[in-house]
């Protein structure tokens, strides 16, 4: 009788070892098949560290209980108390595999085959497992011979001697060996089909990349050649024959259950075509018809059984076209269909179990690997393996995949086709779903190596794993620089200097002898800086040959790679980050000025990798980055410098995707709106210079006078800048305003204001590469006449008695852009009756105005300028269009609420909401003012200085016009456009601002 203390320290003991029934473990460890080692401590912890110890134990009994005798039990127990490593093999099988446990149980003399015990670096191949199957005969001690070689495979798995992809690989090992032994029987049981033909099997799939399954379909293709002086059509009957016998062998179900499916669909025309072709055959199909996911598969292709040279004549007659696949029709876009028709066909109640084919699963991994093979595999033979794991790692050593993306993916599909092996071995059945029974994830978990909380932490990981490989997926397999690269044309993969220079000249480089230095800067060598440059450079040279100055954009970018070169993510986010590659071709073959910044700012070519690195930051949050720089500067000179940063940054943010808008990319189509595009530059460009303005008042005071100014000051933008239509080389029209402090002398804030007028100008006058930011005070009362800062009291009483109606006029675009808030408002409230005066114009006004504009245009106009041309100031031109809105406004304002804009467009469309003008003028103003101010940010993107006329330098204008929508050969086009639409806005404005 058990003392119950006793039986509860059992009880304990056995939980504490892993069991989860430690009655039914007691009553095993209790029978008589283990009376000879029940007592021995050295087999509860053996049995303790296994996957499932319970599973173990009863393994272990029924291998005791089928011995044929006294002698041959005594004999296995002892060699499983004396012999550590043949004690972890057995137990480890028997607490990982069922199915294992019950070969054992019927062959109880094949435990022995477990006894010799191989070091780390001895593993198996296909000699080792020829010879296991040597005395094989017919199908069933093939089995039987193919269960037992398979026990030492586990064993090495499931004790750590192997890695996952070395178990993989002698699974693939002893899969040929098979074949092989089950060629030799069907060769044997038809001698005269044998003396017929030559027969070689290709294995395909994951045979064929040495990465097997426990139990997995073994994917085949059968190519036979008739002996010497037999005919054709009887070698390939006998050939098919002797094919057939053998799939048979291996796949049909006998007492000893079957050792795997033999696969042959992935052959010529699948299931409809014949079983075994000729060379000639399969040539002539894949030459014609093959489709792009059957030059895919035979990537992995092998030969493996049957007739060696007749394998490898095939392998080397079908290799070039695999490496050719890449150049088809849509190659890429048909490989991702593929991969998405795959997930899509997963019954939804699986999806998520699903190791294999649901995202983040194994499938997603090979895929990915097995396109960037095929893209980039036609010029660099050290990607063309078969093997998922020695593929990534040649892709990462070449540069194609990051190191680090590439060893996140290698730890992910390690881990899943460790978990994929582990669910197989328990009862060697085909699957790749993840079980719900907690029991079977406690196991799996345990095999894997986690034993506190095992559910848990398998859940955790394979999760965590999981997501790394959709990520990653993702970036990969639908990398847009992935289907450039594949329409290169034979050749361009790999950069060499004749091909290089016929390829420059036919792109149209002008300088070829330049470009090819520059190519060889960058990407000569060894270093992995130089392979990713080469496999950048011919999928770049084409965007740059896509642009009005291929051999600028070339230059650029060696610049930036120069800048950078030592930057490790920059040639990654080109290789990787969505668009980032294509979008920094289109901005420095566009023109001077974006390049010009980026050299000043090359980190700024982060942006382009950023899906919101093209979005324009808005006032509040400029003005809260450019402070905080002045706040950390050393003075004055230094804080604006800081605040010049800041500007070169975002000028370049709005200038790349003001191009890449206009341009169009894969990823960003052209935008279809111009209107939105103006809108988008006048709004980002007017934002950063309040910004910037705001930060060097800040640093002028912090020099000046610590935390504040004796008197309130804020400025007021005008012109373009209080309209936010500021373009890339406008001066910034202000006028400033100041309010002393309570108690203080007015001489002395005067003196304070204009101490701080002088320093910002001089501040922002001081010699810079970047573009220049000049402040225009013209508009001021008594223009370049009067004060440059006045007292809010002085403002209101000039403009009550001195105003002229011109300064009306400037006055409707005035708001506070920097400075003290209250008193920019209250100056807005002062200034209200000028610019909207009660009941419009009078006559006298209206003929004042059409007066000055006049003027204007025989006096201002550049001499020798065509008045056609000029984007400012010519007919229909930004002038006329803005004259005609602005009487509108001086009109009308007071009784139209929606005319009270600084805005162009905005009061040119509440005009027409008015019924001041017709839709169709509306829009004939508008589409000229666009184009206008268009022309002249194009001017300054591609010239790099700013300019109202278009450039008289074919290659400049060429330039402008693809800025502007135009075509090669198209710049007369856009010339004449130019001249109708700004003829029928200048009728337009003749009948509205001059009274017809």
């Not at 992995?528 to 740059?544: C, D, E, H, M, S």
């Not at 509040?620 to 410098?641: I, K, P, S, T, Y």
């Not at 006028?735 to 108690?743: D, K, L, Q, S």
Request: aromatic fraction near 6%.
């Amino acid at each position: 009788m058990t003392v119950p203390g006793r039986r509860s320290s059992a009880f304990t003991r056995l939980l504490r070892h892993g069991f989860t029934d430690p009655s039914g473990a007691e009553r095993h460890l209790a029978g008589p098949q283990l009376a000879a080692v029940r007592s021995n401590p050295v087999l509860l912890d053996a049995l303790g560290a296994t996957a499932d110890p319970d599973l173990a134990l009863l393994g272990l009994v029924r291998l005791a209980e089928a011995q044929p005798d006294e002698e041959q039990r005594r004999m296995l127990l002892d060699t499983l108390l004396s012999g550590k490593p043949f004690r972890d093999r057995l137990l480890g099988v028997l607490g990982a595999s069922e199915a294992l446990a019950d070969h054992l149980a019927r062959h109880p003399g094949d435990w022995q085959a477990l006894v010799t015990y191989e070091a780390s670096d001895l593993h198996p191949g296909v000699e080792e497992f020829e010879r296991g199957l040597a005395h094989a005969t017919d199908p069933v001690t093939l089995r039987v011979a193919y269960r037992r070689c398979l026990l030492s495979i586990a064993a090495r798995d499931v004790c750590g001697t192997t890695d996952v992809a070395e178990t993989a690989a002698e699974l693939a090992d002893l899969a040929t060996a098979t074949l092989r032994a089950a060629v030799a029987i069907a060769r044997a049981a038809a001698p005269e089909d044998a003396a017929l033909c030559r027969l070689a099997v290709i294995a395909m799939g994951k045979c064929g990349g040495h990465e097997l399954n426990y139990v997995s379909d073994v994917d085949v293709i059968f190519v036979a050649a008739a002996v010497d002086g037999a005919e054709e059509g009887k070698a390939l009957q006998a050939a098919t024959r002797i094919a057939s016998h053998m799939m048979r062998i291996c796949s049909e179900t006998t007492v000893e259950g079957t050792i795997w499916p033999v696969d042959a669909n992935l052959r010529p025309e699948g299931r409809n075509g014949p079983l075994v072709r000729t060379m000639a055959s399969h040539l002539a199909y894949y030459q014609r018809w093959a489709k792009t996911w059957e030059f895919q598969a035979l990537l992995k292709a092998r030969p493996v059984a049957g007739d060696p040279e007749l394998g490898e004549e095939y392998i080397e007659t079908l290799a070039p076209l695999v490496w050719q696949a890449a150049e088809r029709d849509n190659f890429v876009p048909d490989v991702q269909k593929m991969r998405r028709r795959v997930v899509d066909s997963i019954p939804q109640a699986e999806l998520e179990r699903e190791l294999k084919l649901g995202p983040g699963g194994l499938r997603d991994v090979e895929f990915a690997v097995q396109l960037l093979q095929l893209v980039h595999g036609r010029g660099d033979a050290s990607l063309r393996s078969g093997s998922t794991l020695e593929a990534l790692n040649a892709l990462a050593a070449g540069g194609y995949v990051g190191r680090a993306d590439a060893a996140q993916l290698d730890e992910a599909y390690r881990f899943l086709r460790a978990m994929e092996h582990r669910i197989q071995l328990y009862r060697l059945r085909r699957t790749h779903l993840v079980p719900e029974d907690e029991a079977d994830l406690r196991r799996l978990g345990r095999s894997l190596g986690l034993r506190t909380e095992p559910v848990t932490e398998l859940n955790k990981a394979w999760r965590k794993h999981s997501s790394a490989v959709r990520r990653l997926h993702e970036k990969l397999f639908y990398r847009p620089l992935l289907d450039a690269v594949a329409q290169l044309a034979p050749g361009e993969t790999r950069l060499s200097t004749d091909a290089a220079r016929e390829r420059l000249v036919a792109l149209g480089y002008n300088d070829p002898s330049a470009a090819l230095r520059h190519l060889e800067a960058l990407a000569s060598g060894v270093s992995r800086k130089a392979a990713i440059q080469r496999t950048l450079l011919p999928v770049l040279l084409g965007w740059f040959a896509d642009s009005a100055d291929p051999d600028a954009g070339l230059l650029g970018f060696r610049k930036v790679s120069d800048a950078l070169g030592k930057t490790p993510w920059y040639l990654r986010l080109l290789r990787d980050e969505g668009a980032a590659a294509e979008n920094l071709a289109r901005v420095l073959s566009a023109g001077r000025l974006a390049p010009d910044l980026l050299m000043r700012a090359p980190e700024a070519v982060a942006l382009l990798g950023d899906e919101r690195g093209l979005e324009p930051r808005g006032r509040v949050q400029l003005e809260q980055e450019v402070l905080a720089a002045v706040g950390r500067a050393d003075g004055a000179e230094m804080a604006v410098a800081a605040a010049r940063g800041v500007r070169r940054r975002e000028l370049f943010r709005t200038a790349a995707a003001d191009l890449i808008r206009s341009y169009g990319t894969e990823e960003h189509p052209a935008e279809a709106d111009p209107g939105a595009l103006v809108d988008r530059v006048g709004s980002a460009v007017s934002d950063l210079t309040a910004a910037t303005l705001a930060g060097t008042l800040r640093a002028v005071v912090q020099q000046g006078w610590g935390a504040e100014l004796p008197t309130r000051f804020t400025v007021i933008g005008m012109g373009r800048f209080g309209g936010h239509e500021l373009g890339y080389g406008s001066d910034a029209d202000v006028i400033f305003v100041h309010e002393p402090r309570e108690g203080v002398d007015e001489h002395e804030a005067a003196k304070a204001a204009n101490a701080v007028v002088s320093e910002m100008r001089r501040l922002l006058e001081i010699p810079s590469q970047d573009p220049p930011l000049l402040i225009d005070t013209d508009l001021r009362p008594e223009g370049k006449n009067g004060p440059l800062v006045r007292t809010l009291k002085s403002y209101e009483a000039y403009y009550r008695r001195w105003s002229h109606v011109w300064e009306s006029q400037a006055l409707l675009r005035a708001e506070p852009v920097a400075g003290d808030e209250d008193l920019g408002r209250r100056f807005m409230d002062m200034i209200a009756t000028l610019r909207y005066p009660a009941e419009g114009l009078g006559d006298d006004a209206v003929r004042e105005i059409r007066r000055l504009k006049a003027r204007m245009e025989s006096e201002r106009l550049p001499r020798g300028a065509d008045p056609n041309l000029h984007a400012k100031l010519g007919r229909g031109g930004l002038s006329d269009v803005e004259w005609t809105v602005q009487l509108l406004q001086l009109r009308h304002g007071w009784a139209e609420p929606g005319l009270r804009t600084t805005r162009t467009r905005e009061a040119l469309a509440a005009a027409r909401s008015a019924g001041l003008l017709s839709t169709e003028d509306a829009a004939v103003l508008d589409e000229a003012w666009v184009l206008a101010t268009r022309v002249r940010n194009a001017v300054m993107l591609v010239r790099g200085r700013a300019g109202d006329t278009f450039p008289s330098d074919g290659r400049e204008l060429a330039a402008v016009g693809r800025y502007l929508g135009y075509g090669a050969g198209l710049v007369g086009d856009l010339l004449d456009d130019y001249r109708r639409i700004t003829r029928r806005a200048r009728g337009v404005v003749e009948e509205l601002f001059y009274g017809g």
